[in-house]
């Protein structure tokens, strides 16, 4: 099926508009030069959440999956989800960036997130491998320099380094295996792979090397066991906004790529990538969770919980099925509302306490009822707990396991939910149990944070209430990641 | 095929031959008398002084990157040039779009005091 023009164009308004957007915020940026520039934050949320409107408006997904552009890009409701929930991101972490004058004084933090936004967009609806390594280069650069940010501070110089020392080796190695697939098929365009792969019936051996290269470039942007090393490092060093930025917004587009060319691209290999995919979920889950539950810093702990989510979410991509993909999807949603509200409580906390220990949190459900009662919800929302989003996430990628005869793969989930749970209790254990000697003085909150947090709580139990909706918007999505 | 690179091949051989033979003979036949002079290192009749490997002003990396961008417009540019009897409207818009786009990142560099030398 082809567009015609105006559909394309309409198609591309979000990007566009990021675009735009962008263009907007440097240049207030060089306008005005002084105190104005704090409200940049305001102006890159606000942006993104017209433009969230924007797509639901121009760029709704056709009932059929549409190649525009020339096959670069896929018109589908799994580009459709991913883009809202990266913008969603993107504007939330602009609010949890408003007081850190470090950040938000520069247009460029912003202007960088914004494109950083953009290449994730692309990603989630690139058709063409071209166009999904560019993308995935669009989103990475700008990404090594936000970690990167605050050049005085050492930690974060480090994170930057480190960052893009990973990504630039993994990067080379997924382009390699890239590369093989384009000389197995001879075409770059996602959707044909299978077809000429099996047409010229490629030896089994040389696309499972592909395969692993492939994994390697992926396994590192969803932050998987063996490729995790980077994590709590760069989450550690990195300012607290960009940090959940990296673990939700950039861990998604991950997973969407990942889906999207392993599905297609490997199809002459199935029962190959679902061990593969199932073993590296295992020892995701296994090993981010136990390396979380000795850390006392609270960035670590939650970079090594973040790895251990991405193996809860790969076990819905090891079932292979549509149902498996969409509670992937879903996972990642709640993933990204629960964990972006993790890492505000954390920036909050870090910018008033000056902490980012464990200690830090002592007492503070007395300085700040509110900020623990929502450090409670997303830490048991992480730890799977109904009524919350996380729980319904990880119902879905277990019973995905389960239908697709993988039930061990479940049970080891399980299993890790409950030792994850431990370490989520020690934080809320110091938030609530533990007294200190600053109990009486209140936390001050600004206004963008408390509209941030609550967007987020919000969110989180909506999405553990009421799944319906957002449960048929992953179905589609994971329908048309499954397609082709 | 294989015959073209047979030729290649006798080439490089040829060509790694001649160069070492040369070198080898010249070592071996030559005069060696060495005197503090002679093996003094010689750059355009100057005493070297300090080190070889010197700290370069980070500023020419700005200019550099700079003129990169305006470098790579150029090349882009061209093949818009050359298919300019075919076009529509649609295609100089775009064109008109990147070159606003980079000028804007030009004023950017500007304000930002990145073609100032300091």
């Given at each position: 099926?082809?567009?015609?023009?105006?559909?394309?164009?309409?198609?591309?308004?979000?990007?566009?508009?990021?675009?735009?957007?962008?263009?907007?915020?440097?240049?207030?940026?060089?306008?005005?030069?002084?105190?104005?520039?704090?409200?940049?934050?305001?102006?890159?949320?606000?942006?993104?959440?017209?433009?969230?409107?924007?797509s639901?408006?121009f760029?709704?997904?056709?009932?059929?999956?549409?190649?525009?552009?020339?096959?670069?890009l896929?018109l589908?409701?799994?580009?459709?989800?991913f883009?809202?929930?990266?913008l969603?991101?993107a504007?939330?972490t602009?609010?949890?960036?408003?007081?850190q004058?470090?950040l938000?004084?520069?247009?460029?933090?912003?202007?960088?997130?914004?494109?950083?936004?953009?290449?994730?967009?692309?990603?989630?609806?690139?058709?063409?491998?071209?166009?999904?390594?560019l993308?995935?280069?669009?989103?990475?650069?700008?990404?090594y320099?936000?970690?990167?940010?605050?050049?005085?501070?050492?930690?974060?110089?480090?994170?930057?380094?480190?960052?893009?020392?990973?990504?630039?080796?993994t990067?080379?190695?997924m382009?390699?295996?890239?590369?093989?697939?384009?000389?197995?098929?001879?075409?770059?365009?996602?959707?044909?792979?299978?077809?000429?792969?099996?047409?010229?019936?490629?030896?089994?051996?040389?696309?499972?090397?592909?395969?692993?290269?492939?994994?390697?470039?992926?396994?590192?942007?969803?932050?998987?066991?063996?490729?995790?090393?980077?994590?709590?490092?760069?989450?550690?060093?990195?300012?607290?906004?960009?940090?959940?930025?990296?673990?939700?917004?950039?861990?998604?587009?991950?997973?969407?790529?990942?889906?999207?060319v392993?599905?297609?691209?490997?199809?002459?290999?199935?029962?190959?990538?679902?061990?593969?995919?199932?073993?590296?979920?295992?020892?995701?889950?296994?090993v981010?969770?136990?390396?979380?539950?000795?850390?006392?810093?609270?960035?670590?702990?939650?970079?090594?919980?973040?790895?251990?989510?991405?193996?809860?979410?790969?076990?819905?991509?090891?079932?292979?099925?549509?149902?498996?993909m969409?509670?992937?999807?879903?996972?990642?949603?709640?993933?990204?509302?629960?964990?972006?509200?993790a890492?505000?409580?954390?920036s909050?906390?870090?910018?008033?306490?000056?902490?980012?220990?464990?200690s830090?949190?002592?007492?503070?459900?007395?300085?700040?009822?509110?900020?623990?009662?929502?450090l409670?919800?997303?830490?048991?929302?992480?730890?799977?707990?109904?009524?919350?989003?996380?729980?319904?996430?990880?119902?879905?990628?277990?019973?995905?396991?389960?239908?697709a005869?993988?039930?061990?793969?479940?049970?080891?989930?399980v299993?890790?939910?409950?030792v994850a749970?431990?370490?989520?209790?020690?934080?809320l254990?110091s938030?609530?149990?533990?007294?200190?000697?600053?109990?009486q003085?209140?936390l001050?909150?600004?206004?963008g944070?408390?509209?941030?947090?609550?967007?987020?709580?919000?969110?989180?139990?909506?999405?553990?209430?009421?799944?319906?909706?957002?449960?048929?918007?992953?179905?589609?999505?994971?329908?048309?990641?499954?397609?082709? | 095929?294989?015959?073209?690179?047979?030729?290649?091949?006798?080439?490089?051989?040829?060509?790694?031959?001649?160069p070492?033979?040369?070198l080898?003979?010249?070592?071996i036949?030559?005069?060696?008398?060495?005197?503090?002079?002679?093996?003094?290192t010689?750059?355009?009749?100057?005493?070297?002084?300090?080190?070889?490997?010197?700290?370069?002003?980070?500023?020419?990396?700005l200019y550099?990157?700079?003129?990169?961008?305006?470098?790579?417009?150029?090349?882009?540019?061209?093949?818009?040039?050359?298919?300019?009897?075919?076009?529509?409207?649609?295609?100089?818009?775009?064109?008109?779009?990147?070159?606003?786009?980079?000028l804007?990142?030009?004023?950017?560099?500007?304000?930002?005091?990145?073609?100032?030398?300091?």
């Amino acid at each position: 099926m082809t567009a015609d023009f105006a559909t394309m164009l309409s198609a591309v308004f979000p990007e566009i508009g990021l675009v735009v957007l962008m263009v907007v915020v440097l240049g207030l940026d060089l306008l005005w030069r002084d105190e104005r520039v704090r409200r940049l934050g305001w102006i890159t949320a606000a942006g993104c959440l017209f433009l969230v409107v924007l797509s639901l408006v121009f760029a709704l997904p056709p009932a059929e999956p549409l190649l525009i552009w020339g096959g670069m890009l896929r018109l589908d409701a799994a580009g459709f989800v991913f883009r809202i929930v990266f913008l969603l991101g993107a504007a939330l972490t602009a609010l949890f960036s408003l007081g850190q004058d470090d950040l938000q004084k520069h247009g460029e933090y912003y202007g960088l997130m914004l494109v950083s936004t953009l290449g994730m967009s692309l990603m989630a609806s690139a058709a063409d491998l071209i166009m999904l390594y560019l993308a995935i280069e669009l989103t990475s650069i700008p990404l090594y320099v936000l970690a990167g940010f605050r050049f005085r501070d050492d930690k974060s110089v480090e994170a930057g380094i480190k960052y893009l020392l990973f990504g630039a080796m993994t990067s080379a190695v997924m382009l390699y295996g890239l590369s093989l697939l384009y000389g197995f098929s001879g075409t770059t365009q996602i959707a044909e792979l299978a077809e000429q792969i099996d047409r010229h019936s490629v030896p089994v051996s040389l696309l499972v090397i592909s395969l692993v290269l492939v994994l390697v470039g992926f396994g590192f942007k969803v932050s998987a066991v063996p490729f995790h090393f980077w994590a709590p490092d760069v989450y550690e060093g990195a300012p607290t906004p960009v940090a959940g930025y990296l673990s939700t917004a950039s861990k998604a587009a991950g997973f969407a790529v990942l889906m999207r060319v392993i599905l297609t691209g490997f199809w002459a290999v199935t029962p190959i990538w679902m061990d593969l995919i199932a073993g590296l979920a295992i020892v995701s889950m296994t090993v981010g969770n136990l390396l979380a539950l000795t850390q006392t810093n609270i960035k670590r702990l939650l970079a090594y919980s973040s790895i251990a989510q991405a193996g809860y979410i790969l076990v819905g991509v090891a079932a292979g099925t549509s149902f498996g993909m969409s509670g992937a999807v879903y996972y990642l949603m709640a993933y990204l509302l629960t964990n972006l509200v993790a890492f505000g409580v954390v920036s909050v906390v870090g910018q008033r306490v000056g902490s980012d220990d464990l200690s830090a949190y002592a007492g503070l459900s007395r300085r700040a009822p509110a900020v623990a009662l929502i450090l409670l919800i997303s830490m048991l929302s992480l730890g799977g707990i109904p009524p919350f989003a996380g729980f319904v996430g990880k119902v879905l990628v277990f019973a995905a396991a389960v239908e697709a005869g993988r039930w061990w793969l479940a049970l080891i989930g399980v299993i890790n939910s409950i030792v994850a749970l431990y370490y989520y209790l020690i934080v809320l254990k110091s938030a609530y149990l533990l007294r200190s000697e600053d109990e009486q003085k209140p936390l001050q909150l600004m206004a963008g944070w408390r509209v941030a947090l609550l967007v987020c709580v919000t969110g989180v139990l909506v999405l553990g209430v009421v799944i319906a909706p957002w449960f048929e918007w992953a179905g589609k999505a994971g329908w048309a990641l499954s397609i082709y | 095929m294989l015959a073209d690179w047979l030729y290649i091949g006798i080439f490089l051989i040829i060509s790694l031959f001649l160069p070492s033979v040369a070198l080898i003979v010249a070592g071996i036949l030559g005069p060696k008398k060495p005197n503090p002079v002679k093996n003094s290192t010689y750059e355009c009749g100057v005493e070297t002084f300090g080190e070889s490997l010197t700290q370069f002003k980070v500023q020419y990396y700005l200019y550099a990157l700079v003129f990169l961008v305006f470098d790579v417009e150029a090349i882009f540019l061209y093949p818009w040039a050359v298919a300019y009897q075919v076009q529509t409207v649609f295609y100089v818009v775009e064109a008109i779009i990147f070159v606003l786009i980079l000028l804007f990142a030009l004023w950017y560099a500007w304000r930002k005091g990145a073609l100032e030398w300091v």
